[in-house]
């Protein structure tokens, strides 16, 4: 399978870093990729345009399939490495529940993030409102006290954030709660996410595809009054 599939990547996107823990914990490695440059722009070159007209990443293809939202890669891989690796989505009703649960509110957390992220990066410091930057601050807190209170409540039963065992709702949302804490979240603040964060960051599926520019360059402080 792995020798079918085909990654566009950027380094320190969530999403990309999504489908990449999900490609290590089906025991993918050895797929065919490609790191792009934002920078250079290579995100909407020919290549990539031909097969995701968004022009973004993750672009993902396997054998004649494209499947280039994050989710649905994850969730493709899933679904055809059934038998192979992790098992990412339970098969337990219950447990299948919270799993999916937990995976789809990432999206709201990381929508929530790049709020703020966009708000600082591009709107120009004349044009911008205050009250607006404060109200997308706000939301990103609140978000973030809801996955303290979730981690809060199965404290010592377990470290992943639905159920006993990693599973999807980590290699999705995994991503973004380190971008968080690269983008400087006060690790006191958020004493439940930071600990989170500690037990993953060396688990095998998620240090083999750190971010190769975050072991280059420093983090920022954007996230530190959050
Ligand atoms: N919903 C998409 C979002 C992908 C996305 O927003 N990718 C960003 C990088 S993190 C991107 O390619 N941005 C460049 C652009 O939109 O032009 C997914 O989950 O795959």
Redesign the pocket.
Known sequence: MAKDITLFW?SG????WRVMIALEEKNLQGYNQKLLS?EKGE?KSKEVMDINP?????TFKYGDKII????GACFFLECEGRTQGTKLIPENSNEKAQVLQRAFEGNTLHQKMIDVITYNWRVPENERHDSAFKRHKEALTAELKLWEGYLQKQKGSSSFLAGKNFSMADVIVFPSVAFLFRMGLCEESYPNLAEYYKGLKDRPSIKATWPPTWKETPGQQLFKDI
């Open positions: 950027v996107s969530p999403p990309c934002f995100h968004r022009g973004q990443v993750p280039n939202e994050s989710y």
